[in-house]
């Protein structure tokens, strides 16, 4: 039995699955023997990286797309599509150039005009973006292969904003990079090391992308998402394999050769096979958090938000999902555990938590009158998933009545944007995570953004907040932005633009003949990876 049919059997479409075999035949052939089969963390629902912040939609961007400049392993920015730049004495005016012979999948050259069309776009959604051109005056095209960013006032964090590895500044052609950015494009053709292969691929059961031979790597090693992304596979094939037994057998079948999401339970069934490697990419790891719904009641007050610090115990979220501990720890830190901003700041609930008691008192005080609180359940992510059933659980105990809406992750990603009622299709709770990197940003990880309706979803609004992220960008030392931090999550804590569910790291597996993986805290690529 193939696969595929296996997988879409498990999702009960078994007509998907008939029409998936053809491709598979050819993802075998001759002409595509340096092929890699994946199992990714979730399925993909979006194509465009600026209508969502889904970080399977990332993954996906960096496969087709490239950047202007990218983040290296020792995170700092370094230019990548673009080949010379240059900054004038007031810091004032940065001025780019791209690396000649830059083109598109579909061969068309990548011009200033198209980046200046795909920073503008981005910049529209994106919490650093959206800092950033706060600041910015303008953004001339001075010929096919120059533009500039023209600053009102100095910025502490282009560079850095410009390349950022978290909901990056992809380099779409103009005609894609102007649409709405509040609507999906519709049309893939991207400037990056792969090509999305659109006729090979089954929506729900295989995405394939194949390499891009109009793409151009840049000389050096890679490092980071900077460098040559050098191509060495023919052919990626993310499959959507939703029961986790079927992918570990897969990859021990040689059926798949990559997972990134194996279950803990089963790690030792992994590594006790000779041709499985288990390995960390991220070691930093990824922070889960729980985004409330500032919109709706019962958390548009503040004194329900609070509750939900005293109500979720972070140790059986990570214990009932991950069980060892030698992968896990509990964080009460706004930037997250093990950064450069970690602090102790007003984390005084946190040594109390969790209290029942504390935060039924919080709701009664809250006006709570008893509607369903409604928790998006992702049933295809363990994380999120387990949390959604345990803060059901406790909410119920603290006298709120609770409601689970389960669907698959895309389900969620879709639903969570709705800013309706929860009983008109909306919700009050939904949980997700971040890499630990970009927690240690006010400007990485859009969940720090709290400017209502124009945020991340969940939607908090706080001024001071909003202030002091401005402040820390505009900080010239590490030493400075750690005080401004503080001073964030003094605040943040009080009026609760989230609720933390632990610190993780996430071991991948993959075949031993696969190799050449480069850390990058916030995806995985698969340029420089190959078959052995």
């Known amino acids: 039995m193939s696969i595929d049919r296996r997988t ?11 029409s998936a075999l053809p491709w598979v035949a050819r993802a075998q052939s001759p002409a595509l023997r340096r092929s890699l089969r994946a199992v990714m963390q979730a399925d993909l629902r979006s194509f465009d990286p600026v209508w969502t912040t889904a970080a399977i939609t990332g993954y996906h961007a960096a496969m087709i797309y490239d950047t202007l400049f990218g983040i290296d392993g020792e995170m700092k920015p370094r230019p990548q599509m673009v080949s010379d730049y240059g900054v004038s004495d007031d810091k004032l005016t940065y001025t780019f150039k791209l690396r000649d012979g830059l083109a598109f999948s579909d061969g068309s050259p990548v011009t200033a005009a198209d980046c200046v069309a795909s920073m503008r776009r981005w910049a529209a959604r994106d919490t650093g973006g959206q800092i950033l051109f706060k600041y910015v005056a303008d953004t001339p095209v001075k010929d096919d292969r120059t533009f500039q960013l023209v600053l009102r006032e100095r910025y502490g964090l282009v560079l850095e904003t410009l390349g950022k590895t978290s ?7 103009r005609r894609e990079a102007e649409t709405d950015p509040t609507q999906q494009i519709s049309e893939l053709v991207g400037s990056g090391p792969f090509v999305f292969n659109k006729d090979a691929t089954k929506v729900g059961v295989a995405y394939v992308y194949d390499r891009n031979p109009n793409y151009r790597p840049r000389p050096e090693a890679p490092s980071g998402t900077t460098g040559g992304k050098v191509v060495k596979l023919d052919r990626v094939v993310w499959e959507n394999m939703i029961d986790e037994e079927t992918a570990v057998s897969a990859l021990q079948a040689g059926e798949i050769d990559f997972y990134e999401t194996p279950p803990l339970e089963l790690l030792g069934r992994l590594q006790s096979d000779r041709n499985i490697k288990v390995e960390v990419l991220n070691k930093l790891g990824n922070v889960g958090f729980i985004r409330l719904n500032w919109l709706h009641p019962p958390f548009d007050n503040r004194k329900a938000r609070e509750a939900m610090l005293y109500l979720v115990n972070q140790s059986d979220i990570m214990k009932a999902t991950f069980g060892n501990e030698e992968y896990y ?3 009460a830190s706004l930037f997250g555990c093990g950064t450069d901003m970690e602090n102790d700041e007003n984390t005084g609930w946190f040594k109390s938590a969790p209290d029942l008691k504390k935060a039924a008192q919080l709701f009664k005080e809250a006006g709570y009158d008893g509607r369903p609180v409604v928790i998006l359940q992702p049933t295809n992510l363990a994380m999120p998933n387990m949390a959604a059933q345990l803060l059901a659980d406790w909410l119920s105990r603290a006298g709120v009545k609770a409601e689970l809406a389960p669907s698959d ?4 990603v879709a639903r969570r944007a709705v800013t309706a009622p929860p009983g008109q299709g909306g919700w009050n709770i939904f949980v997700s995570w971040n890499p630990a990197s970009t927690f ?17 979803f969940g939607w908090p609004d706080d001024e001071t907040h909003e202030r002091l992220r401005v402040d820390w960008t505009m900080a010239e030392t590490v030493a400075e932005r750690q005080a401004i931090a503080r001073r964030m999550q003094a605040n943040a804590w009080n009026f609760v633009p989230h609720v933390l569910a632990g610190q993780w790291v996430a071991p991948v597996a993959h075949r031993t003949d696969v190799r050449g993986f480069v850390p990058v805290p916030d995806l995985v690529p698969f340029w420089n990876v190959e078959k052995v």
């Open 8 to 18: 879409v059997l498990k999702s009960g479409s078994l007509a998907m699955a008939a």
């Open 167 to 173: 909901n990056s500044l992809w380099i779409m052609r």
């Open 329 to 331: 720890r509990t964080c």
């Open 409 to 412: 992750w895309g389900g969620v």
């Open 440 to 456: 240690a940003s006010p400007i990485l990880f859009p969940g720090h953004i709290a400017n209502g309706r124009k945020g991340f």
